[in-house]
């Protein structure tokens, strides 16, 4: 199975900074990497997939890079709203499709 | 707009059973693959299935391969998750997911339903 890996588990970040999130897999998946919001007490939504393509109406605040086991997840001009926790996902392959473990993101 | 609506959760004992339903809204339901995700309490997320359209090609993660069966009825526009031998550790909210694909077979879960929660306690 795959394995994802995020990091860090969580951070803390001010309004206006720009923040990036790690995931890594534990085997090539080319470019099937896809990222979720989870709001408090929402479902998850994607964000971004494809490893760099954005969801309708998901700011360009947003944007996502990397390729092969190395990806990144970046929000520039941090805000309140984007208080969340964020998974990375990969769909490569065979199943089992997995997810890392999360990043949970707070306002300072 | 699509949407997807579960229904069915709630308290079972463990070695019970539990049948989750997802209604499905907005779009052409017999087109797409479709799948269920879960996440134990506090935990994170873990893809449990996923179904074809036409229901005979289904996957489903080693910890609930011959205990769960993922069904689908086009003609109503439903997903269905039959969940059996139920144990403490399939506790979790259950999310019903669409399988969205790119032209270049990228695939990513968009939407997903509000979630039913599966307690399983004695």
């Known amino acids: 199975d795959i394995q994802m890996t995020q990091s860090p588990y969580s951070l803390s970040a001010a309004v206006g900074d720009r923040v990036t999130i790690t995931c890594r897999s534990s085997q090539n998946i080319d470019n099937y990497l896809n990222w979720y919001q989870q709001k408090p007490g929402q479902a998850p939504k994607v964000l971004i997939y494809g490893v760099s393509t954005l969801q309708s109406g998901v700011p360009s605040r947003f944007s996502g890079r990397g390729s092969g086991t190395d990806f990144t997840l970046t929000i520039n001009s941090l805000e309140f709203g984007d208080v969340a926790t964020y998974f990375c996902?990969?769909?490569?392959?065979?199943?089992?499709?997995?997810f890392g473990q999360g990043t949970k993101l707070e306002i300072k | 707009e699509a949407q997807l609506v579960e229904s069915g959760g709630g308290l079972v004992q463990p070695g019970g059973s539990l049948r989750l339903s997802c209604a499905a809204s907005g779009f052409t339901f017999n087109s797409h693959w479709m799948g269920w995700v879960r996440q134990a309490p506090r935990k994170g997320l873990e893809w449990v299935g996923n179904?074809?359209?036409?229901?005979?090609?289904?996957q489903y993660v080693d910890s609930v391969k011959g205990r769960f069966t993922t069904s689908r009825d086009n003609a109503r526009n439903s997903l269905h998750l039959q969940m059996n031998s139920l144990r403490v550790e399939d506790t979790a909210v259950y999310y019903c997911?669409?399988?969205?694909?790119?032209?270049?077979?990228?695939?990513?879960?968009?939407?997903w339903g509000q979630g039913a929660l599966v307690i399983v306690s004695s």
């Open positions: 996902q990969q769909s490569y392959g065979r199943p089992p499709y997995t």
């Open positions: 997911v669409r399988v969205e694909v790119a032209a270049d077979n990228i695939w990513w879960f968009d939407p």
């Open positions: 179904i074809n359209p036409s229901g005979d090609d289904i």
